[in-house]
């Protein structure tokens, strides 16, 4: 993500969680003018009572965020809190005291350990640069996500950048649903204008989005402008105003749908619009009334296309509003298919439709006949989850003699019918995989996040142990990339394959079997997983040869595999162990090559005879190109054919297709290409039903058929 001029981000762990980040900090290099836009919640928080008589204004150069802690409902202790971490950052920054705002999020009612902030903060500003991704990730709480974009525009013939980071995932309700976001720009814009641009801004993206019609007493949304792009202050109404609010706009509509997909428990998003309303209010109000609707909701959840909750909803509001709006004379579709028009239900295919809303995303479009308003919310579906993450929320949340909150989450906060059920669920696969052999590519944030880190050998632990036999296959071009920026060096790719020359190759190889492999050994082997690192090298695991890519640019010292030393690997699994290759090969001649960690998997698969192949990634799965990205949940070998030869994939996705064919053709039953990013979608994906991601197969497979 860009970050405007003169902007840095920092984020540190302080210990108001366990074991991850909780601290994160913004600061202008030079003095800002600054915006706000608040919760209603009469029960606001001390950051937002502290900050809101404060701004807009000019000069500010800093925004603090913890979470842990919402430092709410806490009494005028809480205030002086504030006051005494505003200054401890001002001291640490050179800067005054006014200039600094605070936000916090976390469970309500625990006293800040304000102290605790105050001692992280030498770290944090020795760790300013431009780590918006920390920062981002810091100021989650229930968030599965950290959420954070970016937007260029050209004000007065000077580029300019707006970024933000956000959070939220609970407690989301109109006015004003956010939770927490920051928005940094290198713009140059008055105090005033920056404060009704945001206004008008957050009216139409975070004002309506709606997760469980709870507003939070922490809502905050600031805006820092520095001016270091060089354009004529924006002051007044004008093209560059409406330019730069457009962005805006945009960027935190972005944050506002990802909020909403986001949201605690969801299973899917949903995106209501209303038309043909008779007044912009009575718009937002229908299209929130029914995305709020535990009704709808609910229905979404259980992918019911039941628009008679729908319609329901609409006259219950126009009804107790007093709306000219006439339910019988609208017209709603869902997923684009037409449910309910001309006064009557209209025909469809039930189960057609019942299909397509297991998609992540859900559209429900309602078109009335009583005026020429529109408005769209968000929300999402209302799951199993969110009561459980929420009915024992403050009895699973302790509060250390420290100042410290732990969470303490227990298999017994279930209802006993529902343990029952997933003991069945689980043991029926446990006796279905015992003995298999499992090969999973390790890759993506799934090896840069310590909680996803700590999930993934979590998982590898509980599959050995119940049997299964876990082959796991890592790559690290996240790692690699770092290490090269460091040396200053940059990485090229063709196809999502990294050009490997005479000098980058020591630095792979070095990066991929040393600290990766080793890192991820030691995670495994301190759940007691048996695990055993090998570079595609050692006992010559991995023979390969000099890959040659289709356009005919050399791509270094990048191999592809000709053979697997599969009686190595046998006897590390009938030893009991748990390999962990490194994706580097014996070429030819005796020298190193780098393999595509998804080559590596498909092969080792093949050899092994193992019956799932599983790649962590980036995305939910393999995505539909258009017309938004939803996800493919089975795909079969003619179908992905047919989808690389039109072009629907590309880059790394492109080259993961490839490998996944190269097994399937190779014999492997099942490839399950998974969201990396969600914790335990390893788990997920092989003890239940209906799992997680994209499967691909040979041919189409029934519902219900042996995993």
Not at 88 to 97: E, M
Not at 266 to 276: F, Y
Not at 493 to 514: A, H, I, K, N
Not at 595 to 607: G, S
Request: with cysteine; proline share 5%.
């Amino acid at each position: 993500m860009r970050i405007p001029r003169g902007f840095r981000f920092s984020a540190v762990a302080c210990g108001l969680k366990p074991a991850r980040r909780d601290l994160a900090l913004l600061v202008s290099d030079v003095p800002a003018a600054a915006a706000g836009v608040f919760t209603v919640n009469a029960a606001a928080a001390a950051p937002v009572q502290d900050a809101r008589p404060r701004v807009p204004a000019e000069g500010m150069r800093a925004v603090l965020v913890n979470s842990g802690n919402a430092n709410a409902l806490t009494g005028p202790g809480g205030v002086n809190d504030v006051a005494v971490i505003r200054g401890a950052v001002g001291d640490a920054l050179g800067v005054q005291k006014r200039a600094v705002l605070t936000a916090s999020t976390g469970v309500i009612g625990a006293r800040l350990p304000a102290m605790k902030i105050v001692t992280a903060l030498p770290a944090l500003v020795e760790g300013l640069g431009d780590r918006a991704d920390l920062a981002a990730e810091a100021i989650m709480t229930t968030d599965t996500r950290p959420k954070l974009a970016a937007r260029e525009v050209v004000l007065g013939g000077k580029q300019a950048v707006l970024c933000c980071i956000a959070k939220g995932s609970g407690m989301l309700a109109p006015q004003l649903a956010t939770s927490i976001c920051v928005v940094a720009t290198d713009a140059a814009i008055t105090p005033r204008a920056l404060q009704e641009a945001l206004g008008r801004a957050v009216q139409g993206s975070f004002n309506m989005v709606t997760v469980d019609g709870d507003m939070s007493t922490n809502d905050t949304v600031y805006a820092l402008a520095n001016g270091l792009a060089g354009n004529p202050r924006i002051a007044e109404p004008g093209p560059d105003l409406a330019t730069f609010e457009t962005a805006l706009a945009d960027l935190l509509g972005e944050m506002a749908r990802a909020m909403a997909a986001d949201g605690e428990g969801a299973t899917r998003m949903l995106e209501v619009s209303v038309g043909g309303a008779p007044s912009d209010a009575a718009a937002r109000d229908l299209a929130r009334s029914i995305t709020h609707s535990p009704l709808v909701k609910a229905a979404i959840f259980g992918a019911d296309p039941n628009w008679g909750r729908v319609l329901a909803t609409v006259g219950s509001r126009a009804g107790s509003q007093g709306w000219p709006v006439d339910p019988f004379r609208a017209r709603v579709s869902i997923q684009g298919v037409p449910v309910f028009g001309d006064g009557a239900p209209l025909d469809f295919d039930r189960e057609a439709l019942r299909a397509r809303m297991r998609e992540p995303r859900v559209d429900v479009r309602v078109e009335l006949a009583g005026g020429e308003s529109r408005a769209v919310a968000w929300g999402c579906d209302l799951s199993y989850d969110y009561v459980k993450i929420n009915a024992d929320y403050t009895s699973m949340i302790v509060q250390k003699p420290d100042g410290m909150v732990a969470k303490e989450e227990k298999v017994a906060n279930y209802s006993p019918a529902l343990k029952r059920a997933l003991i069945v669920e689980a043991l029926k696969y446990i006796s279905a995989f015992s003995g298999q052999v499992a090969v999973i590519k390790y890759g993506g944030a799934a090896m840069v996040k310590d909680s996803l880190k700590a999930a993934f050998a979590e998982d590898v632990t509980l599959l050995k142990r119940v049997g299964l036999k876990p082959v796991v296959v890592h790559g690290g071009a996240l790692e690699i990339n770092k290490t090269l920026e460091r040396m200053g060096e940059r990485s090229e790719f063709v196809d999502g394959l990294r050009v490997t020359d005479e000098d980058r190759l020591p630095v792979v190889e070095m990066v991929l079997s040393g600290k990766v492999n080793q890192e991820l050994v030691a995670l495994l082997n301190a759940r007691d997983a048996g695990a055993v690192g090998v570079s595609g090298k050692d006992g010559q695991l991995l023979r390969a040869r000099k890959l040659s890519h289709e356009s005919g640019r050399d791509l270094g010292h990048l191999g592809e595999v000709t053979g697997v030393n599969v009686e190595f690997l046998r006897m590390l699994l009938q030893g009991g162990y748990v390999p962990v290759i490194s994706p580097i090969a014996q070429g030819e001649d005796g020298g190193s090559l780098s393999i595509n960690a998804d080559d590596v998997a498909a092969a080792v698969a093949v050899a092994l005879g193992a019956r799932k192949l599983i790649y962590l990634t980036d995305v939910a799965g393999i995505l539909e190109s258009a017309p938004d990205g939803a996800l493919v949940r089975q795909v079969t070998v003619p179908d992905l054919h047919r989808r690389m030869e039109a072009g629907s994939l590309t880059g790394g996705m492109k080259h993961k297709a490839r490998a996944i064919l190269a097994a399937l053709e190779g014999g492997v039953d099942r490839v399950h290409v998974l969201d990396g990013r969600q914790p335990h979608s390893v788990i997920a994906e092989l003890f239940t039903d209906s799992g997680v991601g994209t499967l691909v197969t040979r041919q189409p497979v029934s519902p219900g058929a042996a995993p």
